[in-house]
């Protein structure tokens, strides 16, 4: 579904990607893990279009995103969460939904040349898709309280909701969990399990092994901007490669 292919990214003198290549297949959870600096997010903000690669390129369902900025990604089907920022407005969690599902690529041109009759029947169905979300990631109960007000695992959940209003095909999470305590982890990788049993393909960047051994279908490892191999859980914990790659080269 998802093909990177040598894609590189300089900063500087700092090479970040240096020719990773790999596939996602559909209706998978993928782990992408790599120590730390080995180049993840970088390699998640080059596929979403919003960091241009130096090279290299990657494709969605065979199609080319070279070029593309992230409204455009987003609308081939394949989205990436972003962390809620700080000090965002006093608003309800439903109402945060909506903002989100109506920024929508091409939403405001859509919205100018619709007749009023469907472009209320558009904003009843982005309500409906809203409450599904908010149902499915069980955020209902907390659907009027105010984003300040939930807990930090319902806000985790919030930044999934959010990327599920695009009703993508494909998502890339990043560290979805972190700062979470264990149970609500938990909770969250049931979420996940549940969306990718539905179909959703999902890439997943993770640093808590146990929780990516129970939830991941295959393990991509990158280290040093590159890929160094795919497997099992199982088979890349056993990976002299890996361990070297987590503890440093061995001199
Ligand atoms: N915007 C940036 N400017 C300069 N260096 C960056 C930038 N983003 C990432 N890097 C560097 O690129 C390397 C890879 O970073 P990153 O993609 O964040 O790795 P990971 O997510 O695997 O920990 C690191 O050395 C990091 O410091
Ligand atoms: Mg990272």
Redesign the pocket.
């Known amino acids: 579904m998802l093909a990177v292919e040598g894609l590189v990214r300089k900063?500087?003198g700092?090479t970040?990607l240096d020719g990773a290549s790999f596939a996602v297949a559909p209706g998978r959870i993928t782990g992408l893990i790599?120590p730390?600096?080995?180049?993840?997010?970088?390699?998640f903000n080059c596929v979403s279009g919003l960091l241009p690669p130096s090279s290299g390129r990657a494709r969605f369902d065979g199609i080319d995103l070279s070029g593309m900025a992230p409204h455009e990604v987003a609308a081939l089907g394949m989205v990436r969460t972003f962390q809620l920022a700080r000090g965002f407005p006093r608003m309800s969690v439903f109402d945060h939904l909506l903002l989100y599902g109506r920024r929508q690529p091409g939403e405001g041109l859509m919205q100018a040349l619709l007749p009023g009759a469907m472009a209320r029947r558009r904003e009843s169905e982005l309500v409906d898709t809203a409450w599904r979300v908010a149902k499915r990631l069980k955020l209902e109960h907390v659907a009027d309280h105010l984003v300040t007000q939930i807990s930090g695992g319902q806000k985790k959940l919030l930044e999934i909701g959010r990327a599920l209003l695009a009703e993508p095909r494909m998502i890339l999470l990043d560290e979805p969990m972190a700062g979470v305590n264990p149970s609500l982890r938990q909770e969250i990788a049931g979420h996940l399990a549940q969306l990718r049993d539905e179909g959703l393909t999902i890439l997943l960047?993770e640093h808590d092994m146990p929780l990516v051994r129970t939830l991941c279908d295959e393990v991509i490892v990158?280290a040093e901007?590159r890929f160094l191999t795919r497997g099992s859980f199982e088979a890349i914990a056993l990976d002299v490669r890996v361990q070297d790659a987590y503890l440093g080269k061995r001199h």
Do not use: H, P, R
């Not at 730390?36 to 390699?43: F, H, I, Q, S, V």
């Open positions: 900063f500087g700092l970040a790599g730390n600096g080995a180049g993840k997010t970088t390699l960047i990158m901007g």
